[in-house]
């Protein structure tokens, strides 16, 4: 936000003007006292560039009516005179697109799910340090934390969700095989793997994928969470055949589990 300075700048050329005319007779203000032994004209003399500093000093940071980054959407400093901190409220980023960014308020996360606060701005929801005891938390083993951290964020997605889908397809186990063949932590289908180029074993690579397709079926389906994971269990076609979760009994209770594990590690 662009704040107006008009009326304000006069001032403000005023004062330090006002302090360049004082540094400038205080040479010869100096030079005088040295030849007469006046030393109180010497202190007089430094008094005055002080006061004319002070009081720029009192117009600028203090009094001014100007305002460091303004206020509402996006501020970071908020409302104030000049130099102030002040409040406001705005964010830097907003719903599944933060990658290890402050928000500051509103929805979204920053390496972690719905979280907001951050550099001056109001707001609740979970930080990046609880995300992470959230995971390890719900089982996710230690090493492979910062893998689904950066595969969300690499992928604008939440951690949470995707970790949650990892633990009701597989426990977070990378050799699981299911009974229709889905493979690895994430469970995917050896025809999809091949098509993606990964080795669904491989949990890394396996953990990218997953958030690659949740990302993709969150795009499709206008972020809607529950469409998102039944397009992830059931196939997109599925969704869009039927207009929203399938009518499969499996895929109806896959989208309640996925969503009831989201619920207890947001809650911590």
């Known amino acids: ?138 089982g996710v083993p230690a090493n492979l934390v910062p893998v689904f951290e950066q ?12 970790a949650a889908v990892s633990k009701v397809e597989s426990g977070f186990d990378p050799s699981a095989v299911s009974s229709a063949g889905a493979e690895g932590i994430m469970q995917i289908m050896p025809s999809l793997a091949a098509e993606m180029g990964i080795n669904a074993y491989d949990p890394v690579q396996a953990i990218n994928a997953g958030a690659a397709i949740l990302s993709s079926n969150l795009k499709m389906f206008g972020n809607s969470v529950p469409l998102a994971l039944a397009a992830y269990n059931a196939g997109q076609g599925a969704v869009q055949q039927y207009g929203g979760v399938p009518p499969y009994p499996q895929t109806q209770n896959y989208v309640k589990m996925v969503e009831g594990v989201m619920s207890q590690m947001e809650a911590g």
Do not use: H, R
């Not at 006292?33 to 004319?52: I, K, M, R, T």
């Not at 104030?80 to 960014?101: D, E």
């Not at 928000?103 to 907001?116: C, D, E, H, P, Q």
């Not at 595969?151 to 995707?162: E, K, Q, V, W």
């Open 151 to 162: 595969a969300a964020a690499n992928n604008g997605i939440s951690p949470i969700m995707l």
């Open 1 to 138: 936000m662009t704040v107006g300075m008009s009326g304000y700048l006069p001032d403000v050329v005023s004062q330090v003007s006002a302090v360049g005319s004082a540094v400038s007779a205080l040479g010869s203000d100096i030079s005088g006292a040295a030849s007469s032994g006046d030393f109180a004209q010497v202190l007089a003399a430094v008094q005055s560039v002080e006061n004319a500093m002070a009081l720029a000093n009192g117009e600028v940071l203090s009094s001014g009516s100007g305002q460091s980054s303004g206020t509402g959407s996006g501020s970071v400093l908020g409302s104030g005179s000049l130099g102030a901190s002040g409040s406001g409220s705005g964010g830097q980023t907003g719903g599944y697109s933060a990658v290890q960014a402050q928000l500051v308020s509103g929805t979204g996360y920053a390496g972690g799910y719905n979280s907001a606060g951050g550099i001056a701005g109001t707001g609740s929801g979970t930080s990046s340090g609880a995300v992470t005891s959230s995971l390890l938390n719900a």
